[in-house]
C-alpha cells in the first residue's frame, strides 16, 4: 500500500482511475465522479489514498501499484 503523508503525493493515475470506477458505478460524468471522489474522504473519515486504493481493488482485484518513495 502507499506509503505517503498526504493527496498530493498520490499519482494523478491512481485518481483518474478512481474517477474512471465512480463513472462506471455511477453512470456519471467525469465532474459529477469528481465532486463524488471529493465529498467522500469528509464523509467517511478516509483519506484520499485509501479511498482510491479500495475502489481500484474492488474493480481488478488487486491493489494499484503504488510508486513507492
Known amino acids: 500500500m502507499f506509503?505517503?503523508?498526504g493527496p498530493a503525493e498520490i499519482p494523478v493515475p491512481i485518481i483518474d482511475q478512481a474517477l474512471e470506477v465512480i463513472m462506471g458505478?455511477?453512470?456519471c460524468t467525469?465532474?459529477?465522479a469528481f465532486g463524488i471522489r471529493r465529498s467522500?474522504?469528509?464523509h467517511g473519515?478516509?483519506?484520499l489514498r485509501d479511498?482510491?486504493?479500495q475502489?481500484?481493488?474492488s474493480m481488478t482485484g488487486h491493489p494499484p501499484d503504488w510508486p513507492l518513495p
Open 3 to 5: 506509503q505517503g503523508t
Open 25 to 27: 458505478q455511477r453512470r
Open 30 to 32: 467525469a465532474d459529477v
Open 40 to 42: 467522500a474522504p469528509q
Open 45 to 47: 473519515n478516509v483519506e
Open 51 to 53: 479511498l482510491c486504493t
Open 55 to 57: 475502489m481500484i481493488t
